[in-house]
């Protein structure tokens, strides 16, 4: 079945960037995405790869996507206090619903 | 703002009650998904609707129902309820059919439900 699976935790100190690691399974999903979920509040849609590309940049967000070994990264440069939350990576089926992981929760300290 | 409204934020109610959770999609889109998050499920999918068909089936439970009316808002009938039915349950809503596109999905505030 659909699986995938993230760290449960990451800790880094403001102005480094952030590295959160992905896996999945499903090898026909053509989009994965990336969600931030801060305390009390709903998922805001990060950013999306489309599944035949290697790396997206958007900002201080790049994507990068190993296709072969189903392997997808976020990384979140010069880290701020605003940017901890939990992140999730998801995958979508052909139906368009959405495998989301149990999310990484970032922790930004001074 | 992602433009998905949920009403209510917060719902309390005792178990054996029935409850409905109501989600108004982003303008334009057609599709609707509803997901349930849990301390120990994580986020679910529960079911998804397209232009007021229901298209897919996740891990909903039968006392569980849903519908899209025709002006594309959603509802959410949970009856039955039981302690364990506790959890923030989330609208999302998406552009395109399934099959179409990248299915980027907007989520709502969610509504936060309490079984007591």
């Known amino acids: 079945g659909e699986d995938v699976e993230q760290s449960l935790f990451l800790s880094v100190r403001e102005g480094d960037s952030s590295v959160i690691n992905c896996t999945y399974t499903?090898?026909?999903?053509?989009?994965l995405y990336w969600y931030k979920q801060e305390p009390g509040a709903g998922l805001q849609l990060l950013t999306y790869i489309f599944s035949n590309m290697d790396m997206k940049q958007d900002q201080r967000l790049t994507v990068l996507l190993n296709k072969k070994d189903k392997h997808l990264s976020l990384r979140i440069a010069d880290t701020q206090t605003g940017d901890s939350a939990i992140y999730f990576c998801a995958e979508n089926d052909s139906w368009g619903k959405l495998q989301f992981g149990a999310g990484t929760q970032v922790v930004v300290t001074p | 703002d992602s433009g998905v409204t949920q009403t209510p934020k917060h719902l309390i109610t005792a178990t054996g009650q029935r409850v409905t959770l109501r989600c108004s999609p982003r303008?334009?889109?057609?599709?609707v998904y509803w997901y349930q998050q849990s301390l120990d499920q994580g986020l679910q999918f529960l079911i998804q609707y397209y232009n007021g068909e229901e298209r897919a089936k996740g891990n909903i439970l039968e006392r569980f129902s849903a519908q899209q009316f025709p002006d594309l808002h959603s509802e959410l009938n949970l009856s039955s309820l039981e302690l364990g039915d506790s959890a923030l349950y989330f609208c999302?809503?998406?552009?395109?059919?399934?099959?179409?596109?990248?299915?980027?999905?907007?989520f709502g505030p969610g509504t936060r439900l309490t079984v007591t």
């Open positions: 499903d090898s026909s999903s053509t989009y």
């Open positions: 303008s334009g889109d057609l599709s």
């Open positions: 999302a809503s998406s552009p395109g059919p399934p099959g179409q596109g990248a299915y980027e999905q907007y």
